[in-house]
């Protein structure tokens, strides 16, 4: 009898359910704890178990189909389902055993019994110290490019010795010259240079002034207003000069300002002024490096002992004039023949002044014919030429004086400043990389400029100064720029001058023209 094998097999059958899925959702991941988890001493893999006992049940109900053991299949599948069952449930209840937030205790934190010490901790105190010296030693030597410039030591100009390359850097010291009188013995408030520099014609240097008029002239500028003075002091031996018109008294405008300078020098040092110079340092520094009328105001009070104010009258009237022109007796009694600079520059604002008025307009006379600052170019190159050889009022007031008339002709020093002295002056045609010294006048009827100029190499050392009282020179930006940058090609190119060559071309003590 065949058997028919595609027929179910005897007895009770159990049809073969699905795998349940699981009624129990995910676990979820735990929240970012505060505290590190501890980790589990084995990997916890569940997925694998699973899917082997999937794969043997599948192969035993195969093989108890076949076999027609039905009663033991199905007490093997219950078996093997329970223990899967089991097994899983034991594997979730060990992944939730995973550390979660520990149970706060009622008890304070125990103290650590071991402090942790850092790198610093283990510092002594003296090796503390040691490190922050070091930071401020280094934080210094890195900053001191970005911190102010010191102005470069003035140069100095030594009528009867060679000039050494390093003394540009360090100049030596000056000794006392026959000219200086001894200041204790001077019954009067004047000038201690007495006798004026004796410098000796140049017909060389006559030709570069006269190109320079030529320069001026040729811009439609009016030659009979200009006066200039050509200084060349960079031979030791001796020093040369030209000029034209060099002698014409001219108003000077703001370079009054360098003869009140040295004037407030000398009151110092005679104890004329009993304030510190300390008490005058921004108005020295305002009226000449910036040409403060302000500032100009309260130095020439304070060197002649007078306020501006109201008109005056007789005996009072007269005491105060006297007071303010002795300003023009301290430099004509020294040689500065027919000067005058007693009179204040306008606007002050300080004094709401527009002009002058009162005492002050008493002190210019007649309105048709008002006295005003005269000083010809002669006279402030000659100034200049002792503060730069350090006879001006003493050795220390000149070298405080050659500080305060340095500038920089570096443009990004002056391109920016609205109340730059180099833009349409002398300084702005100039190399940057040399030393400049200079003091300017402006007002929109004149422009003047007295000025000290010396190359690194010391192959041109002069002064030069120029005056130009016309309102043409006033709106002109380009002649002093151009009339400059003449001179110092001129003189550059050509290097010392040659003493024996000057005194064969032109004789000793003659005057450049008038």
């Not at 040295?262 to 005679?270: G, N, R, T, V």
């Not at 040399?434 to 010391?458: M, P, Q, W």
Request: hydrophobic share 35%.
């Amino acid at each position: 009898m065949q058997v028919d094998r595609r027929r179910s097999p005897i007895g009770p059958q159990r049809p073969i359910q699905p795998r349940r899925q699981s009624s129990e959702r995910p676990v979820p991941s735990r929240r970012p704890s505060r505290e590190r988890p501890v980790p589990s001493r084995r990997p916890i893999q569940i997925r694998r178990p699973i899917d082997l006992l999937q794969k043997s049940l599948s192969i035993l109900e195969i093989i108890c189909v076949n076999l027609r053991s039905s009663t033991l299949y199905l007490r093997l599948t219950d078996r093997a389902k329970i223990h899967a069952r089991g097994i899983i449930q034991s594997r979730r209840q060990s992944s939730q055993r995973l550390v979660g937030p520990r149970r706060q205790s009622s008890e304070g934190p125990v103290p650590s019994r071991r402090r942790v010490r850092t790198k610093f901790s283990r510092l002594k105190y003296r090796n503390i110290l040691c490190l922050i010296g070091g930071a401020i030693a280094f934080f210094w030597l890195v900053t001191m490019p970005f911190r102010i410039r010191r102005p470069p030591e003035p140069p100095v100009i030594l009528p009867q010795q060679a000039i050494l390359p390093q003394e540009a850097l360090s100049p030596p010291t000056i000794q006392t010259s026959e000219n200086l009188a001894a200041r204790q013995s001077e019954p009067t408030f004047s000038y201690n240079i007495k006798t004026p520099p004796n410098p000796v014609y140049s017909q060389e240097l006559q030709g570069i002034v006269d190109e320079a008029v030529n320069i001026a002239t040729s811009k439609g500028l009016p030659a009979e207003s200009l006066s200039i003075t050509l200084m060349d002091v960079s031979n030791s031996q001796t020093h040369t000069f030209a000029g034209y018109q060099n002698q014409t008294l001219r108003f000077p405008a703001s370079v009054a300002k360098l003869f009140w300078m040295a004037a407030f020098y000398s009151a110092l040092e005679k104890g004329l002024i009993t304030q510190r110079e300390s008490a005058f340092k921004d108005d020295l520094e305002q009226m000449i490096r910036v040409s403060n009328n302000d500032a100009a105001s309260r130095i020439l009070d304070k060197i002649t002992d007078t306020k501006s104010g109201g008109r005056l009258a007789g005996e009072e009237l007269q005491t105060w004039l006297k007071k303010r022109t002795q300003i023009n007796t301290f430099f004509q009694s020294a040689g500065y023949n027919d000067i005058r600079i007693s009179t204040k520059n306008y606007p002050i604002y300080y004094l709401r002044q527009e002009g002058p008025i009162g005492r002050d307009l008493q002190l210019r006379g007649d309105p048709s014919g008002p006295i005003r600052n005269q000083v010809t170019t002669d006279q402030a190159a000659r100034l200049i030429y002792e503060i730069y050889t350090r006879q001006a009022v003493s050795s220390v007031a000149s070298r405080k004086m050659a500080y305060l008339l340095t500038r920089d002709l570096d443009p990004k020093a002056w391109k920016k400043d609205p109340l730059n002295s180099i833009q349409g002056f002398l300084g702005e045609s100039l190399p940057p990389n040399i030393y400049f010294g200079s003091k300017v006048g402006y007002t929109s009827k004149s422009r003047s400029e007295a000025a000290f100029v010396r190359t690194l190499d010391d192959r041109a050392i002069y002064i030069l100064v120029v005056f130009a009282d016309n309102p043409a020179y006033a709106k002109d930006e380009t002649a002093f720029p151009a009339i400059s940058r003449y001179v110092f090609d001129r003189l550059n190119a050509r290097g010392p001058s040659n003493f024996e060559g000057e005194k064969a071309l032109g004789g000793e003590g003659s005057r450049g023209g008038q």
